[in-house]
């Protein structure tokens, strides 16, 4: 307010505003400003990869999700009732950039978000436990409304890493949301969590009890992206 009140106030008396107007046009800058800012904060929090939105997705591409499906998704009703989604699919297929963006629609609600790749979570947990510092991290959390974890099953799990992915996971039953992206099937989860059965059971039960299974399969958009002829990459400043 202080560094725009000057600048407001001239065009206030050149326009013959009169003053609760002044200070409403004022309070409205400072609102907007403040909402932006926090925006901006929510984003850096969230560690996004890069930063991807639905503008820039092609629904066309993709034959096996609904565009108003997804873009209801978007609206973030799913994060307030605390339900997960899940992504598979082949790789290429826009899985990540699906999250990022749903991730970004959720920033922009005013939700809380973190991202994470599923090796990342793993580490991350890893070390706050050698650290004693694991309750710490989980309360922080916990306050988290949406946490994606990319990438599920695409590297082998270290030792700790099938139980402390567990608890996380069933920590969250029911209280906040999952997003997470997997190129692997369900009958092949067991891989990933060190070959226990009866534990990936339990959290596959706990994961779909609410979830909404988004399957992204199909050609690698990177793949049809390559084959296209040369010509300037997308987004690419135009050649002068
Ligand atoms: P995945 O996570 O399934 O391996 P990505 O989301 O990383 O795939 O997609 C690979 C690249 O292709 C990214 O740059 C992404 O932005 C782009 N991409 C994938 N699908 C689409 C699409 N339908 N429209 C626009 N870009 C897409
Ligand atoms: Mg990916």
Redo the contacts with the bound molecule.
């Keep these: 307010m202080a560094r725009e009140c000057e600048k407001i106030a001239v065009e206030a008396a050149r326009t013959n505003l009169p003053y609760e107007r002044y200070l409403l046009t004022l309070a409205e800058q400072e609102v907007l400003q403040r909402e932006q800012n926090t925006l901006k904060i929510r984003l850096k929090r969230a560690a996004f990869p890069v930063l991807?939105t639905f503008e820039?997705?092609?629904?066309t591409?993709?034959s096996t999700i609904s565009k108003p499906e997804v873009l209801r998704l978007a609206m973030g009703e799913w994060i307030r009732q605390s339900h997960n989604i899940l992504a598979a699919?082949?790789?290429?297929?826009?899985?990540?950039?699906?999250a990022i963006a749903l991730g970004v629609a959720a920033c922009r609600l005013g939700l809380r978000v973190r991202f994470y790749t599923a090796a990342s979570l793993v580490t991350t947990l890893s070390e706050a436990q050698a650290e004693h510092k694991l309750t710490r991290l989980q309360r922080i959390l916990d306050r988290t409304d949406l946490v994606i974890v990319?990438e599920l099953g695409y590297v082998p799990l270290p030792k700790d890493g099938p139980r402390l992915l567990f608890d996380f996971f069933a920590r969250r039953y029911e209280r906040k949301s999952l997003l997470i992206?997997t190129n692997l099937e369900f009958t092949r989860w067991p891989e990933i969590f060190g070959g226990d059965e009866m534990m990936t059971g339990a959290l596959v039960d706990r994961l779909t009890h609410h979830c909404t299974v988004l399957r992204?399969n199909g050609e690698?958009?990177?793949f049809r992206?390559s084959q296209k002829p040369a010509g300037p990459p997308e987004g690419a400043a135009p050649a002068v």
């Design positions: 991807k820039t997705f092609d629904f591409a993709t699919g082949n790789p290429g297929t826009g899985k990540t950039h699906v990319d992206t992204l690698s958009y990177r992206q």
